[in-house]
Each structure stands twice: as C-alpha cells, then as structure tokens.
C-alpha cells in the first residue's frame, strides 16, 4: 500500500519528550501517516531505547513505540537550538511534548511564542497534573497519575494493598486523550485556520475512565473498594477454574445471557430461580452464584467448558499469556501481529494498528531508528536547507 491513501499524510509533528505518554501519542499518528520527527537532546537519548528486554544490545520496547517515525537530535538548551526548533515549528502542524509544565517557555518556545511563527500550530501537551491549578509545577509520572486517578485505589484484592495495572496504563490513556485532541483540533482548524494547545493530564485521563465512582460517592454514599476479579453487583462475571487447573473468564450478566449460560450447564431452572433472575438479584447473591458455577467449571477441561460455552453464545475465554497471543488464529486473521524489518533484528513483531480503517488504514512502515539523529541530514538539509557544513558546525556545538 502507497502512504498517499493514509489519511494523515501531508501532516507534520515534532516530537518532544520522553518515555510513554507523548512518544505514544506520536506513534497513534504515524501509524496513520503523519510524518512524526522525533527530536532527542544529543547527549540525552530517550531512555525507552533500553527499556523492556534486550535482544543483541537492543532494547524490544523501542521499535514498538518508535515505529514509523524519523529521528534527529537537537539541545533545545541551546539559543541555537531553540532556534532550529521554531523553524521547525513554523513548518509544522503538531507539537508534541511531555515535559513538566513551564520547561517549554524556560526554553523561550512557549506556546505563545511559537504560534506567532506559526498561527496554525497545534501543540499537545501532556503532565502529570496540567498546565494549570496548584499542582502544576509537580513533577508527575503515570504512576503518579495513576494514584491520584483513582485506579490503584480499585485495582488488587480488599485483603491486600492496592495493586497496579500490568501496563503503564496511565500514561497510555493521556496518550489516547491527547490523540484525541488533536485530531480534533485538526478538524477545528480546517474551518478557523487557528491551532490551539492540547492541555492533557495523566491523572485526569484515568480519573475520566472511572466510571461512576463520583456519584456513587456524592449521592449515594458509597466509596468503590478492591474487590479482586468481580465488580460488586455484576454477576456473574469473573473467572472460574477448570478441571486442568485453568482459570477461564465468563460474563453473562445479562439476563438473556444467564439463561443461556444456565442451559450450558444443564440448570435452566437457575435463569428463573428468584435469587439468580434478575441483575439486582445476581448482584445481591454474586458469592453463591460465583461458587455455583465453578463448581461447573472443575468438572470440565478448559477446552471443553469453552466449547460449551460457545455453543451456546456465552461470552467466554482463556486468560491470555503472551503465548497464547501468538498462537491465536484470530489475532492472526486481523493482522494484530505484524511483523517488519529491523536492521540489527531482522523479522521484528509488534502490536498490529488500532483502529481498521476500512478505506485508509494505517501502516507500520519501518521499526524506527537504531541510534538517535538518523534523518538529522535528510530532515535538516531537505527541511530547513541547512548545508553539510552548517550541520557539521552544529553537531561541533553540540547543537545537534
């Protein structure tokens, strides 16, 4: 596939920052064709290069979060290279950066400053706390955010401390609502011809996915717990062993579901028992219902309580290793392992692109850069016209 039909083609983003919650932002783009220029201080490359295993010296989160951006180095400490950025910046679209608040106009490339060169620009910026209010100067991470955000409250067993999210989830969702933002300014800017800033904070990002857990607190007097693998008053839905010492997951909640899941067990009289036939009902009696159906459960292999499951459209699954992943047909069939060329690597695998467009889906079209300012030459001698001289002056400098 040509990247003419990928629906970001044509916009440009510098991206700043390092880690998670901006280099994941820039990746959501790229994968739609957005030209991401990831800009790395020169004596300060992003840490993420060495996070996650290493395969011959070379980090496997990298290419994951890398993919299909091109890379160069400048100081933005530097005059110099402040004002390398805004030319950068006046030939731009998108702004993306993930410092803590302030550091961008300390540099004197504030957003202010840089909409003056370039009315249009949009800038996503992405904090721990954002750009405003008493804990704007704090420095946050997503484990930060995550906390305050209220997940870690409701993640883990009521018996144990709060536990974590095996990803950095977190950081991940600031990314997701800053994507969103900026697409969203982009259409905006279509009819104003104005860019604006994105103003994105990590804690409000996991705070925005929580559900109802303000009114139930403010109206109903009622502050959401640890409670393990259910969700109080949602049943059944949780996960159940099997005769191999597998742990499945089954969610029948609805009502038209639990019937068909007390069929699949050969108790259709539990669908119109008074304790099981309605949600609130299931809710109230969530523990015995629980115990109920793993008591089915042990007398059937994984395979087998899957298979009857399925037959019977009750939504149901394997708890899913890494290995699992790679084995399964489906995965397979929608293309969400895909595999690319790396330089040192060879045969790369990474997570396929979310969403399928339909008409102008996205693409990984290369894993990324080995080592930081690979395009330095290509982005700044077609870019800003600098010459081979100029350049080699600069990197002299320690400018790039």
């Keep these: 596939m040509s990247d003419t039909s990928m629906p970001l083609k044509g916009i440009q983003v510098l991206e700043l920052g390092t880690l998670l919650a901006g280099p994941f932002a820039g990746r959501l783009l790229a994968d739609f064709g957005a030209e991401v220029i990831k800009i790395e201080p020169p004596d300060k490359p992003d840490p993420m290069r060495q996070w996650g295993k290493e395969k011959d010296g070379v980090g496997l989160w990298w290419p994951v979060q890398s993919r299909n951006k091109k890379s160069i180095t400048l100081n933005l400490r530097t005059k110099e290279g402040q004002q390398v950025f805004k030319e950068l910046a006046e030939k731009s679209d998108v702004i993306i950066e993930n410092f803590r608040s302030g550091t961008m106009e300390k540099w004197g490339l504030g957003y202010d400053t840089l909409k003056e060169i370039n009315p249009g620009l949009i800038m ?47 950081d991940t969702l600031a990314a997701l609502f800053s994507t969103i933002g900026c697409l969203t300014a982009l259409v905006e800017r279509q009819t104003s011809g104005q860019g604006q800033i994105i103003d994105t904070a990590i804690y409000e990002s996991v705070f925005s996915v929580m559900e109802s857990m303000i009114p139930d607190y403010l109206l109903a007097d009622y502050v959401r717990e640890r409670t393990g693998n259910i969700l109080p008053g949602v049943a ?49 009696n969530q523990k015995e219902l629980d115990a109920l159906i793993e ?6 292999d994984a395979s087998d309580a899957l298979q009857i499951l399925e037959d019977h459209g009750v939504p149901s699954g394997l708890i899913y290793s890494a290995e699992d992943i790679v084995k399964d047909p489906h ?17 790369f695998p990474m997570p396929g692109i979310v969403p399928k467009l339909s008409r102008t889906p996205g693409q990984i079209q290369h894993a990324g850069s080995v080592t930081p300012g690979e395009a330095n030459e290509e982005i700044y001698e077609s870019l800003l016209h600098i010459t081979k001289e100029k350049l080699a002056q600069l990197q002299k400098q320690g400018v790039i």
Excluded: C
Aim: charged share 25%; no cysteine.
């Design 124 to 170: 996503m910026r992405t904090t721990g706390y954002g750009q405003t209010g008493p804990y704007k100067d704090r420095a946050g991470f997503g484990s930060i955010g995550e906390a305050m955000g209220g997940i870690r409250y409701v993640t883990g067993f009521e018996d144990r401390p709060p536990a974590r999210v095996g990803i950095s989830i977190g």
């Design 236 to 284: 059944p839905s949780s996960i159940y062993r099997t005769k191999d010492d597998t742990y499945i997951v089954i969610g029948a909640n609805a009502d038209a579901v639990f019937t068909r899941l007390a069929k699949a067990m050969n108790q259709p009289e539990l669908a119109n028992y008074k304790d099981y036939a309605s949600h609130v009902a299931r809710g109230r």
């Design 295 to 300: 008591r089915w459960t042990k007398d059937l």
């Design 331 to 347: 995965y397979a069939a929608r293309d969400m392992i895909v595999t690319t060329k790396h330089p040192v690597l060879g045969d």
